[in-house]
Nanobody, 124 residues
Framework: QVQVAESGGGSVQAGGSVTLSCVVS????????MGWFRQVLGKEREFVGA????????SYADSVKGRFTISRDNAKNTVPLQMNSLKPEDTAVYYC?????????????????WGQGIPVTVSS
């Protein structure tokens, strides 16, 4: 059974930085493309960024491009999300997800496994 777990969330002031980590267990990590999504209460889950199985292809939502960076370490089964220059509108619960296939994949419905989510709060 594949399990996905996020860590590293918290509260930060606008302009600050936070790094989220995602670790995948129970499967062959290199078979999965990975994605980060976020959701605000009452709104739909929103694509943040995704990375293919090898790390050679990465895509970002326009709202985070230039501020957020996704990477992956296939030896450690991890997918960090480095978030810089944070804004209050980045406040959300952030989710990591795994999808079988190459990617990067922006649509949430193609993801097979999801973490529980971790909150990030950016104060002005």
């Amino acid at each position: 059974q594949v399990q996905v777990a996020e860590s590293g969330g918290g509260s930060v002031q606008a302009g600050g930085s936070v790094t989220l980590s995602c670790v995948v267990s129970g499967g062959t990590f290199s078979r999965y493309s990975m994605g980060w999504f976020r959701q605000v209460l009452g709104k739909e889950r929103e694509f943040v960024g995704a990375i293919n199985w090898s790390g050679s292809k990465i895509s970002y939502a326009d709202s985070v491009k230039g501020r957020f960076t996704i990477s992956r370490d296939n030896a450690k089964n991890t997918v960090p999300l480095q978030m810089n220059s944070l804004k209050p509108e980045d406040t959300a619960v952030y989710y990591c997800a795994a999808a079988l296939g190459d990617g990067p994949i922006a649509m949430s419905r193609f993801y097979d496994y999801w973490g529980q989510g971790i909150p990030v709060t950016v104060s002005s």
